[in-house]
């Protein structure tokens, strides 16, 4: 069986590919979790292996929205595309027997799940504002771009494990978008070269004395400067504080599925700090956790996680019992 990334897949196939059973989607989901070239491990040990399936149908989801937003090449090409995987979207929830691997395997999480449409297609909505929309002028707009390209990621986490009240998913959301703006600022150089993309919002550079002129030379010249580092402090601040307020999060899920969370919330924490260590300069150098760091992480959150001694039985704690 030829499984191919999406680029390739697209290359070969185009939009109508041939059916896919669903016992071949599902192997092309599971391989495309696992061999896609970015170091995600999408399941984690502690899930129940019940659930892995559907975690893999999300994430190649996810992938190929994003591969078609990111790897084209073409803006315009992107749009195209993601105009097709918003059709084969529409097509499922419609009740349309799919074709496409990813479709086929993700019908049947959609069904067992009961996953809405809705943070599907805001994920759409997020890759197509990146072929539009390369600059920001308040820092609300990025928030709000972090409500189309993060926070559906955590609100299908949260559905395929049995969870949608509103308490989970807004610490959930803030948790996401804390994530989202780590990531913006660790690769604020990265984005500006590679993809033409600042997402560091206009109204606080300026509050800083800074503004896209410097910020170009800055990048060029590989230094930063007072203004970049006090600005850089100013929005690393503001994601910590999101990270805090969805700090309760992890003790109102099963106890496998909080680990994770806890995991993913100390790493974005782990990189803000990174930033910090480094004195704000996110210019001549990426921050990055590494792999010694990252298995100190794991242990240091097991360990709390498991000694704390919530939900013993693994059992996940209902939605009323939040409120």
Request: glycine fraction near 6%.
């Amino acid at each position: 069986m030829d499984f191919l990334f999406p680029k390739d897949f697209l290359d070969r196939y185009g939009a109508d590919c041939r059916p896919w059973s669903p016992t071949e989607a599902r192997a092309y989901t599971r391989w495309l979790s696992g061999a896609h070239y970015e170091n995600f491990h999408v399941v984690s040990f502690l899930l129940p292996k019940s659930l892995h399936q559907d975690f893999f149908n999300v994430y190649a989801y996810c992938r190929w929205a994003d591969d078609l937003g990111d790897e084209l090449g073409d803006r315009r090409k992107s749009l195209v595309a993601l105009a097709w995987w918003r059709g084969e979207l529409e097509s499922l929830f419609g009740g349309r027997p799919p074709r496409h691997p990813v479709f086929v395997a993700l019908q049947e999480t959609v069904a067992r799940r009961r996953l809405p449409e809705e943070p599907f297609e805001r994920l759409i909505q997020a890759f197509e504002m990146d072929q539009t929309k390369t600059r920001y002028q308040t820092y609300e707009e990025v928030l709000d771009y972090c409500v189309y390209s993060a926070n559906p990621v955590g609100r299908l986490v949260l559905g395929l494990c049995g969870y949608s009240d509103e308490r989970r998913v807004a610490l959930s959301d803030s948790i996401c978008t804390a994530l989202q703006l780590a990531n913006h600022w660790q690769d604020v150089r990265r984005d500006l070269l590679e993809r033409d993309r600042v997402y560091l919002p206009a109204d606080r550079m300026a509050a800083h004395g800074y503004d896209y002129g410097a910020l170009a030379r800055d990048v060029e010249a590989g230094r930063a400067g007072e203004p970049v580092r006090a600005l850089i402090r100013d929005l690393t601040e503001r994601a910590l504080a999101l990270f805090e307020a969805g700090a309760d999060l992890p003790d109102l899920l099963d106890r496998r599925l909080s680990i994770d969370i806890e995991l993913f919330r100390r790493g974005g924490i782990t990189v803000l700090d990174k930033i910090r260590r480094q004195g704000y300069d996110v210019i001549s150098r990426r921050p990055k956790v590494g792999k010694l760091e990252r298995v100190g992480l794991v242990v240091r959150v097991l360990a709390s996680r498991l000694l704390a001694g919530r939900n013993p039985s693994g059992a996940a704690p209902r939605p009323e019992a939040a409120e």
